[in-house]
């Protein structure tokens, strides 16, 4: 009997998790249907919708528009709109003791089945700019008992730009899974000088560059294997590309 009651609260607490998987794609959060939240010194933001700021880390994510306060660090638009309407994640770094040094903040996105979805893939848009940027590091796991896992990044640049990253699972332990999620963990650095931010995160087929007129190629960055997961990096610079 106890047995069953235990089995009966176990499976209760396990029902919210599994509506959220999403098994619908191309799937983008682009947050722009997500509430703005406060942007102050240690602000938390447990407004999320779908995608979740846990708390056992020092920092939230923090939706946002328009800009992050300090000078010389943060996007000034988002990747969405490219206007300063459109909303984006970031990090706060200000406040010593409290947004720097090395204080960490995670994203978790909610569980993707992609078993039905070919070349299934990450893909999202990161803008870290500022003199003292942190490191950002992309990982997965499968399932509730998985173990997050790096597949992206180290990332770390001091650039007034969006730049794009696509991470492909294809031919890795994450291909064709019914539980895949994503987590984003950012590690602030050793000054104010380090609010990254977040746009347009897709689960979508990832299609490796295809024949295009050569005036219409993003800037190359850069292509790795990371854990068997291929990852190709632009840097945004003609605009809808
Ligand atoms: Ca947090
Ligand atoms: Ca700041
Ligand atoms: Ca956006």
Redesign the pocket.
């Known amino acids: 009997m106890k047995k069953t009651l235990m089995l009966s609260i176990f499976l209760y607490c396990l029902t919210p998790v599994f509506s959220q998987t999403i098994s619908t794609f191309p799937y983008t959060q682009d947050f722009e249907a997500e509430a703005t939240c406060s942007t102050g010194c240690g602000a938390v933001c447990n407004t999320l919708l779908t995608w979740s ?9 923090l939706v946002d528009v328009g800009g992050t306060g300090s000078s010389a660090t943060g996007p000034s638009v988002d990747h969405t709109l490219g206007s300063a309407s459109g909303k984006y994640v970031y990090v706060e770094t200000s406040c010593d003791g409290t947004g720097y040094s090395y204080k960490r ?2 994203l978790v996105s909610p569980y993707f089945n992609i078993t039905a979805l070919p070349l299934a893939g990450v893909e999202f848009w990161y803008h870290a700019y500022g003199t003292t940027q942190g490191v950002l590091n992309v990982e997965a796991k499968i399932g509730m008992q998985g173990t997050f896992v790096n597949i992206g990044g180290p990332y770390q640049d001091d650039l007034d730009e969006w730049q794009k990253v696509e991470l492909m699972f294809v031919g890795s332990i994450y291909e064709g899974q019914d539980s895949v999620q994503v987590r984003f963990v950012y590690v602030s650095g050793t000054s104010f000088g380090g609010d990254i931010a977040l746009d347009d995160i897709s689960i979508k087929s990832i299609v490796p560059l295809v024949p295009v007129p050569l005036a219409n190629w993003p800037i190359w960055v850069g292509i790795a294997a990371i854990g068997g997961i291929l990852v190709f990096r632009y840097r945004r610079k003609i605009v809808g590309l």
Do not use: E
């Open positions: 700021n846990p708390t056992t880390d020092d920092l939230d994510w903040a995670d």
